[in-house]
Nanobody
Framework: QVQLVESGGGLVQAGGSLRLSCEAS????????ASWYRQAPGKQRELVAH???????RYVESVKGRFSISRDNAKNTVSLQMNSLKPEDTAVYYCYANVVLTSVPLRTERNYWGQGTQVTVST
């Protein structure tokens, strides 16, 4: 059983910064890939940032140059540094990860969602 717990959300003024963290805990071998999603009221959940097992990253166009996803494999954490925040960034942010549960005798993987953390950007 694996749990993903987000932290770092809060209220910030436009132009400010926040750093979100997602920590995986439980019985598993490693995090394969991970993503950050967000969902604003009345809107669909959207993929914001993605990081592969090798550390390559991808971003939705609206956050390129402002957000940065990173990982610390030793700590089993994934972070999202958010700079130059805009009111339209206001949403609940969710961590999503593909976790390697076992490698021997067979490799098994499973996907998990965090509970979400609120980010509010005021004008």
């Amino acid at each position: 059983q694996v749990q993903l717990v987000e932290s770092g959300g809060g209220l910030v003024q436009a132009g400010g910064s926040l750093r979100l963290s997602c920590e995986a805990s439980g019985s598993f071998a490693s995090i394969n890939f991970a993503s950050w999603y967000r969902q604003a009221p009345g809107k669909q959940r959207e993929l914001v940032a993605h990081i592969s097992s090798g550390g390559s990253t991808r971003y939705v166009e609206s956050v390129k140059g402002r957000f940065s996803i990173s990982r610390d494999n030793a700590k089993n954490t994934v972070s999202l540094q958010m700079n130059s925040l805009k009111p339209e960034d206001t949403a609940v942010y969710y961590c999503y990860a593909n976790v390697v549960l076992t490698s021997v005798p067979l490799r098994t993987e499973r996907n998990y969602w965090g509970q979400g953390t609120q980010v509010t950007v005021s004008t």
